[in-house]
């Protein structure tokens, strides 16, 4: 069975840290970037991260650049997001994604008509 499983997530007070792990099951997941988007209530999925299955290049929507880090080990098979200095912004249902296209710059935000498999999404809230 083709699949994304995430890991992580949770409350955590402003300012506070979490990391996000993806875990891809029945298919190779180097075969395809990874991208993490996140849905706020009311509102549309966004695209906040991506890297690249060819060279690692990464991509940063400007909401969370310098604050979150994208990265993936192929060995395990698993993409992760590093999130720091959270903020009340950031309280959403976070998705990973897994895509051949997927894709993003300060041009073209990642987009979830690039999106193969999605993960279960996982929620973050912020809160003291």
């Known amino acids: 069975q083709v699949q994304l499983v995430q890991s992580g997530g949770g409350l955590v007070q402003p300012g506070g840290s979490l990391r996000l792990s993806c875990a891809a099951s029945?298919?190779?997941?180097?075969?395809?970037?990874i991208g993490w988007f996140r849905q706020a209530p009311g509102k549309e999925r966004e695209g906040i991260s991506c890297i690249s299955r060819i060279d690692g290049a990464t991509y940063y929507a400007a909401s969370v650049k310098g604050r979150f880090t994208i990265s993936r080990d192929n060995a395990k098979n698993t993409g992760y997001l590093q999130m720091n200095s959270l903020n009340a912004a950031g309280r959403a249902v976070y998705y990973c994604a897994a895509g051949e296209a997927l894709y993003g710059d300060s041009d073209y935000p990642a987009s979830t008509d690039d999106v193969q498999t999605w993960g279960q999404g996982t929620q973050v809230t912020i809160s003291s």
């Open positions: 029945g298919f190779r997941l180097d075969y395809y970037a």
